[in-house]
C-alpha cells in the first residue's frame, strides 16, 4: 500500500517556476515507478511526466519536454516517506490544471493512467497570462 500526498501547487505569472512535491510513504519504494499527470476544467488527466523506480529513466509529453523535470529521491533512509519530484519552468496559461502524483507497482514507466495504482488527491497550478 502507497500513500501519496502532493504540495506546491499555486499561482504563479507565465514564465515563472513551480515546483510540486509528492510525499510517498509506504515500503520498497524503489519498485514504483512514479508519475505526474494533470486535468484541466473541462478536460480528461493527461500524462505529464513519469520516472522509473531506480530513477534512470525518465519520460515527458511533448507539451512539456524542455520545461518540466520529474525526479524522485530514493536515498533517503526511512522506507516510509519517499519523494518524487516535478520541477516546472517556463510555465504557461495552458499549464493551468491539478496536477495528480501517482505510483505504477512496476520499474517502468508507462503513459496511460490506468496502469497507476496509487494516486494522491492532487494539487492545484494556476498559471496567469
Known amino acids: 500500500q502507497v500513500q501519496l500526498v502532493e504540495s506546491g501547487g499555486g499561482l504563479v505569472q507565465a514564465g515563472g517556476s513551480l515546483r510540486l512535491s509528492c510525499a510517498a510513504s509506504g515500503r520498497t519504494f524503489t519498485r514504483y515507478a512514479m508519475a505526474w499527470f494533470r486535468q484541466a476544467p473541462g478536460k480528461e488527466r493527461e500524462f505529464v511526466a513519469a520516472?522509473?523506480?531506480?530513477?534512470?529513466?525518465?519520460?515527458?509529453?511533448?507539451?512539456v519536454k524542455g520545461r518540466f523535470t520529474i525526479s524522485r529521491d530514493n536515498a533517503k533512509n526511512s522506507v516510509y516517506l519517499q519523494s518524487v519530484y516535478l520541477q516546472m519552468n517556463s510555465l504557461k496559461p495552458e499549464d493551468t490544471a491539478v496536477y495528480y502524483c501517482s505510483a505504477r507497482w512496476a520499474p517502468n514507466t508507462r503513459r496511460d493512467e490506468r496502469e497507476y495504482d496509487y494516486w494522491g488527491q492532487g494539487t492545484q497550478v494556476t498559471v496567469s497570462s
Open positions: 520516472v522509473t523506480g531506480s530513477g534512470g529513466y525518465t519520460d515527458y509529453a511533448d507539451s
